[in-house]
């Protein structure tokens, strides 16, 4: 397949930026320019005043374009010692080297109208088209499915234009050429479309040879082309909400196990509520996993935004420098809680400390007693951590909501690298156990 990166090597870092800005643009530009007004000039604008003022025009910046496209190639040759190094393959150096001469230019003052036909050379600019979608990855707001469809609003419009064209200058079938060039120029391109479509209503029909010729050709075209355009526009516009379809099929399987394993109707819609839960407040995503992916320092980043709204929340963090906050969100792991369910209990060693995010937690004694009840932006658990104790009262979720949890070993690392902060955490942790118990020792 195609690939517009062959065409225009532009990525290529001895080449100046902005050079690499505005070469993908302007390519496009110049393919559909030239893609759109060649075929309308030769069967529509002949006889246009000041037409062959445009056909220099193109001619002349298509040459220029094309010479600049070849430069990142040079670099290459120039840096590897005059080696040949020709990017794309002989195919692209060729198609380049043909659209590139000015051929129009030159023989137009001996052949005259004849000429104008030489400008059909240009319609190799047409594969330029594709490094729209280069253009589009530079977009970073713009949906990756998007990117993929929006190339297809550009290429349909000018195919249906070359054959449009086509069929005209064959004498537009049954209904012949029109005075009216609009009206000829729509005849065209409804034939052009019910053609590629395969769904031709037979209103318009081939009468000479050559009609039919050009009129199967068109279907065959229309076959693979239209098919893969439709097929590709079916498959991306499921996948614009892919996380969805993902978190139902995910539903579906659960729901199935459920039933096959005759699960109890309560219990079944506790199930199908924590799933509805995590779709609302994670859009099915694990983040941990897209978070496990990227290199550290994209990681904290990344983790850093999706935290500051808890950041912003817990006193222990706020001004924190952010060299620590930064080592401290890469340890976190998020977990969702469930209602009643219990994070640890009185007794249990102090294997680490939670932070919530969503949701509420009650601290409750071993008698049952609540005492107290923690919302988003609190911490806990970190008196254990600190003293090196039991737990010395049981951590329940209020309802559904999202704790991190930093580990002791994860603990140690961040204290290790923030003295200050280890001191902040043993005068916390004193407090709330009453000066309890002895702190944590510098690791």
Known sequence: MYEAKDAIPFADPEIPRLLRRWIIPANVLAAVAATVWIPLRLVYFRDLSGGQTVDYSIDFCVAILMVVNQWPRIVRRRRMGGALAVAGGGWSLAADFAVAFPLFSVLHPILGGRAEYLLLVKLLMFRRVFSIHLLLDELADLHPVLVRLLPLGFIVPLVINLIACGWSALGGGSVGRSPDLVLDYIRAAYWTITTLATVGYGDITAETKGQMIYASLTML????????????????????DAAREAHLEILSRVDSFMRGNAVPGPLRSRVREYYRYVWKSHQGYDVSAILDELPPKLRADVALFLNAEMIEKVPLLKGADRRLLEGLVIELKPRVVV??????????????????????????????????????????????????????????????????????????????????????????AATRTGNTGSPLPPA
Do not use: W
């Open 339 to 428: 209602p009643q369910e219990e994070l640890f209990c009185a007794g249990d060693p102090g294997d680490g400390m939670y932070f919530i995010l969503r949701g509420a937690i009650e601290i409750v004694t071993a008698d049952g007693a609540v005492l107290a009840t923690l919302g988003p932006g609190s911490f806990f658990g970190e008196a254990a951590l600190v003293t090196a104790r039991p737990r010395n009262a049981t951590a329940r979720a209020a309802g559904y909501g999202d704790v991190f949890f930093l580990k002791r070993e994860a603990f140690e690392r961040v204290l290790s690298h923030n003295p200050g902060f280890r001191q902040q955490v043993n005068a916390i």
């Open 221 to 240: 075209v229309g076959i693979g082309f239209f098919g893969y355009v439709l097929g590709n526009i079916a498959s991306l516009l499921v996948r614009l």
